[in-house]
Each structure stands twice: as C-alpha cells, then as structure tokens.
C-alpha cells in the first residue's frame, strides 16, 4: 500500500508520508450520539468491523532552501505498551521512510502540532538519541505547559511513555516554544493556534504562488465532525474550545477555497470544504 503522496503548493514541494494505520472504536470518535445513528452516518464511508481506520501521518515540506517537518508520527520502537486497554507494538513507518529517503538529518525545522503520541513519538529512538538533533523543533508553549507541568501521569500508559521519552527531553534540544495567535516561520508558512483538541494544537498554513494547504492536525477526526459539528469524540479536552476553533479553520479555508490535509481521514486526507444552506461538507481532491 502506498505510503508516501507528493504534491505542490506553488513552489513548495510537498510529501505526505502514512506513519502508521490505527483503528478506533465508534465509540471514540462518537461520544454523544447512540451508536445506532453514527453506524447508520458511517454506511458512506470506510468501516471495518465496528472499527474506523485512522492513518497517522506527517507532512514535509521543501522550500529552495529548507527542510521542514510538521509532526513525527508514532515512532518505531519493540517495546509493547498499552493503548485503550490493549498490549500494542507501536511499528510507525516516518522514521524508517525519512532514513531510506536520505532526509533524517537534512531536516530544518519540526513543527510539533501538538504533543499527542502519534504527532510527537518518533522524536527519540529507543536508545534515547534524538532522531532530530540538527533541527529547531517548535511547539506552542500552552502545548508544552499543559504536558510538562499541567499533565497527571498515570492516566495512559502510551500518553505517558510519551512525554517521559519523547517530550521532557526536548528542554536540552533547539527548541523555540511560541505564544502568538499566529506566527510565520519562513515566508509563506504560518502557525494557527487552534486550541480545543489540545490548549496549544497548531494548524499550519501554507501559501505560495497563490495557492494554499491548511494543515489542520486533529482539528477533526473524521469527515462526519465537518457534517456534524456538535458530535464529539472523547480525546478534545475542551469541546467549545474546539468548536470555536473548527469554526474558524472552516470559514477560512471555504472562504479562500483552500485545500486541506486532515490527519485521519483517509490517506492522504487531501480535500476541501463545501457549504450548502449553511451545511458544510468535505469534498476529496481526486
């Protein structure tokens, strides 16, 4: 199966590489709505057994002169941790892939969206060496004070893994925390705060030649959440927060006909934003 997706963005060269396929249960993505009414919603789409497929990916984007890294997938490691009260062998493929490419240590910039296992894993291998340690890594500071101070360990054994290996040891890398609303990083991409899902989640918007890709990390799970803005899934942590996020990143990216890249929609989560009589809907980029 395909793992890597290349396309441009005016003169941005950009590569989407599948990390690894998880699948969660309806009950995840659906939290307040029966069971019964979102498996009837799902009949469209891609549902195996009761599970929903859920790619984890990252983006790279080549500029004429840099290297740039949105997320660093779940990481490849043998030691088996418990996920959702089952005993799993994390084999993300980011890693492996970005080695066999000639690309690892040519990485400029990683843009951690937020800090969740499968956006922030694959930052130390299993023998603690930084896979990234020529790279400025940036992250928003909410993301960082909620996971560094604010955080109770104990609640996920995954959750915790990662910010005991992956996370607290970035304070003795390159690392720029931001707190700006929006902040461009090389011309032509800009960070969004998109807090909800997490306080510090970051979108990453890109635009050259006029042409535009909106990032939107896990701004949504599923292309029902763009249907239905009012069913939740149980891994936001601030529902209205998150709403009011969704809200803006959907005007904004309808209003300039913007394609987008949604993490967990089907690989490679390429599509946009449609509107009628106030109801919005994904559209795939064939």
Same mark, same amino acid.
């Given at each position: ?114 800090? %969740? ?146 993490? %967990? ?22």
């Amino acid at each position: 199966m395909k793992r890597l997706h290349s396309f441009k963005v005016g003169n941005f060269k950009c590569t989407l590489f599948k990390d690894f396929l998880y699948r969660y249960r309806i009950t995840d993505y659906f939290q307040n709505v029966s069971t019964e009414v979102a498996v009837q919603a799902l009949e469209k789409f891609s549902v195996i057994e009761g599970m929903i497929p859920s790619p984890y990916v990252a983006l790279l984007v080549e500029t004429d002169d840099k290297k740039i890294l949105v997320d660093t997938g779940v990481g490849k490691r043998s030691q088996i941790l418990e996920f959702k009260g089952h005993q799993f062998r994390f084999e993300g493929q980011l890693i492996p892939d970005l080695i066999a490419n000639s690309l690892l240590d040519k990485i400029d910039k990683v843009i951690l969206t937020h800090l %969740h296992p499968d956006h922030a894993g694959g930052l130390f291998s299993e023998d603690k060496k930084c896979l990234f340690s020529n790279s400025e890594i940036i992250i928003h500071q909410a993301e960082w004070d909620y996971w560094c101070r604010d955080y109770r360990m104990g609640s996920s054994p995954l959750f915790d893994y990662t910010i005991q290996e992956q996370v607290n040891p970035l304070k003795d890398q390159y690392l720029t925390l931001i707190d700006k609303p929006e902040l461009e990083i090389i011309p032509g991409i800009n960070l969004i705060h998109i807090p909800g899902h997490t306080p510090g989640q970051l979108a990453v918007h890109l635009n050259s030649n006029g042409e535009n890709l909106l990032y939107i990390s896990d701004a949504w799970l599923h292309p029902l959440h763009i249907e239905h803005l009012d069913w939740r899934n149980v891994v936001d942590l601030d529902h209205e927060l998150a709403n009011k996020s969704k809200l803006r990143l959907l005007n904004m990216a309808y209003d300039n006909s913007m394609l987008l890249q949604t993490f %967990h929609f089907d690989f490679p989560g390429l599509g946009r934003i449609d509107k009628l009589n106030n109801n919005w809907s994904w559209v795939i980029e064939e």
